[in-house]
């Protein structure tokens, strides 16, 4: 099961990405993350972890599976023996770009998962997403 918000944010690809790839500082973009601490130093990469406490959720541990500097990165982790895959790709579209962002569910029970708990990931997609361009658009007239 897998679902995607798409914006088109007024602030170049190069402001979307920095706030996307500073991930210890999202809990000050979204209201979606409570607290955000990597366990590895030095950028962003395959194999980075970072432990999240979201609202009303367990901490858990993500790890970057895929890395593309600049444009994007998908991580992981496990959750009740589900494999959650959340992606993030910022593309420059014209003057601004358009941050595109994923969630996708695997393992046994994931259909059961989704009908109970998708609307739920789906709005907490959608404040993230809204959280990235306001922060974004708010950095980028600040400049």
């Known amino acids: 099961m897998r679902w995607e918000d798409a914006l088109v944010i007024d602030a170049p690809a190069d402001v979307v990405w920095a706030l996307t790839a500073d991930v ?3 809990p000050a973009t979204t209201p979606t993350m409570t607290r955000v601490k990597r366990l590895d130093e030095g950028p962003l990469r395959v194999g980075s972890q970072a ?3 979201q609202p ?3 901490e858990a541990v993500w790890t970057v599976t ?3 500097e600049g444009r994007g990165f998908t991580w992981q982790t496990t959750l009740l023996g589900l494999t959650m895959i959340g992606s993030h790709l910022v593309e420059p579209v014209g003057e601004g770009c358009r941050n595109t962002l994923g969630i996708e569910v695997r393992g046994r029970g994931a259909g059961l998962f989704w009908a109970l708990l998708g609307s739920l990931l789906r709005r907490a997609v959608r404040t993230e997403n ?4 306001d922060t974004a658009q708010r950095l980028h007239a600040a400049s």
């Open 130 to 133: 809204r959280g990235f361009r």
């Open 51 to 53: 432990r999240i406490k």
């Open 66 to 68: 895929a890395y593309d």
């Open 56 to 58: 009303g959720q367990a």
């Open 24 to 26: 210890e500082q999202w």
